[in-house]
């Protein structure tokens, strides 16, 4: 069961290579600038600049009534946070940026987490969600299904006492941003009822998690999702092909 999952030409395969490539040097750049006292803002305008200079256009500007190039959240923000001027990153913040490359025709999304002067707690944190997306990245090999995929994720959270986020996915990327199929955080069904992992296609897998509660509410600006008990969250995602020869990470930094 292969359904609605897009399989990459060897030629489509090479430009989303050539992307994910160009799209983890952004990465890599906006990493190094998300310090204390830098603004939402300041990361957007280096992202839009960045993707602009790799010769791509921003994947999260062709979402429909979405206009910033990035999605920037702090703390218990977990996904879709606007990159406002007004959020200025300050000690002990938990930061995620989320961001997209639309080039020759096709899509990569990447999201990293960082602390702004970590505690001991919150590196153990961000390292569970590291080791989560490293388990998950694992699996996605032809003839594995999808569940694989979520159970790996999910057993590494709950084997640190976290929780995975149920109300949002990973998902298949290519010409669309979003494709299908869904990649849930958590096992939500049998094995043989999710779909196997074909040879060729890519995905967009993410850890989101979180402490305690998994439940999330919209923000008054309408992007914005954040836990509702207001614990810190993490986001973790690289675009992988899948290939014989094991799982290649597209985004991955260099």
């Given at each position: 069961?292969?359904?609605?999952v897009t399989?990459k030409?060897?030629?489509?395969?090479?430009?989303?290579?050539e992307?994910?490539?160009?799209?983890?040097?952004v990465?890599?750049?906006?990493i190094?600038?998300?310090?204390?006292?830098?603004?939402?803002?300041?990361i957007?305008?280096l992202?839009c600049a960045?993707?602009?200079?790799q010769?791509?256009?921003?994947s999260f500007?062709?979402?429909p009534?979405?206009?910033?190039?990035?999605?920037?959240?702090?703390n218990e923000?977990i996904?879709h946070?606007?990159p406002k001027?007004?959020i200025?990153f300050?000690?002990?913040?938990?930061?995620s940026v989320d961001l997209?490359?639309?080039?020759?025709?096709?899509?990569?999304d990447t999201s990293?987490?960082?602390a702004i002067?970590?505690?001991k707690?919150t590196k153990?944190?961000?390292e569970?969600?590291e080791k989560?997306?490293?388990?998950a990245?694992g699996?996605?090999?032809?003839?594995?299904?999808i569940?694989?995929?979520s159970k790996?994720i999910?057993?590494v959270?709950?084997?640190n006492?976290l929780?995975p986020?149920e109300?949002l996915?990973?998902?298949?990327i290519?010409?669309?941003l979003?494709?299908?199929?869904?990649?849930?955080?958590?096992?939500?069904?049998?094995?043989?009822?999710?779909p196997?992992?074909?040879e060729?296609a890519t995905?967009?897998?993410e850890v989101?998690?979180?402490?305690?509660?998994p439940e999330i509410?919209?923000e008054?600006?309408?992007?914005?999702?954040?836990?509702?008990n207001?614990?810190?969250s993490g986001?973790?995602?690289?675009?992988?092909?899948?290939?014989?020869?094991?799982?290649?990470?597209?985004?991955?930094?260099?």
């Open positions: 069961m292969t359904k609605g399989v030409t060897s030629s489509e395969m090479k430009i989303m290579k992307g994910g490539k160009k799209l983890g040097q990465k890599k750049a906006l190094q600038k998300t310090k204390e006292g830098v603004s939402a803002a300041e957007e305008k992202a960045l993707i602009k200079k010769g791509g256009t921003p500007k062709m979402v009534g979405y206009s910033w190039a990035t999605c920037v959240n702090i923000g996904v946070g606007i001027k007004s200025v300050k000690k002990g913040d938990i930061v997209g490359i639309f080039y020759k025709d096709f899509h990569n990293f987490t960082v002067t970590p505690t707690e153990k944190f961000l569970a969600g989560a997306l490293e388990a990245i699996q996605a090999i032809p003839g594995n299904r569940y694989d995929i790996a999910e057993d959270l709950k084997k006492n929780q986020i109300t996915v990973g998902h298949g290519g010409r669309n979003h494709e299908q199929p869904q990649i849930p955080c958590f096992i939500n069904t049998e094995r043989d009822k999710t196997i992992i074909p060729g995905f967009a897998i989101m998690y979180t402490i305690d509660s509410q919209v008054e600006d309408g992007w914005t999702i954040k836990v509702k207001d614990k810190i986001l973790f995602e690289e675009t992988v092909a899948i290939s014989s020869n094991g799982p290649i990470v597209l985004t991955k930094i260099n």
